[in-house]
């Protein structure tokens, strides 16, 4: 059973940081592409960031790019999300995400287990 633990949320202003954590338990981490969403009240589900198992490539989505870094802890099994510069319209609720440990683009992938999530508020 692959299931995924996510923390680090909370309310924070405009500007400040936040590191958000994955912690993985039923398989190994190594074996797994990651992925980051985060789903806004009354919108879709966006993804935000990935890493994938094979060449350890990420991809991040123009709206995050230069502000959120994506790494992984194989050893520990947990998948982090490094938040900087945070933005109001950064406010969700953020998931991770496994998919298959293919030879493709993360952001290409489907995505089949998924986390709880963990809610992030940018907010003055």
């Known amino acids: 059973q692959l299931q995924f633990v996510e923390s680090g949320g909370g309310l924070v202003q405009p500007g400040g940081s936040l590191r958000l954590s994955c912690v993985a338990s039923?398989?190994?981490?190594?074996?797994?592409?990651i992925g980051w969403f985060r789903q806004a009240p009354g919108k879709e589900d966006e993804g935000v960031s990935c890493?994938?198992?094979?060449?350890?490539?990420?991809y991040y989505a123009d709206s995050v790019k230069g502000r959120f870094t994506i790494s992984r802890d194989n050893a520990k099994k947990t998948v982090y999300l490094q938040m900087n510069s945070l933005k109001p319209e950064d406010t969700a609720n953020y998931y991770c995400?496994?998919?298959?440990?293919?030879?493709?683009?993360?952001?290409?992938?489907?995505?089949?287990?998924w986390g709880q999530g963990t809610q992030v508020t940018v907010s003055s």
């Open positions: 039923g398989f190994t981490l190594d074996d797994a592409t």
């Open positions: 995400a496994a998919a298959p440990p293919l030879p493709t683009p993360c952001f290409q992938l489907t995505y089949e287990y």
């Open positions: 890493i994938s198992s094979s060449d350890g490539k990420t």
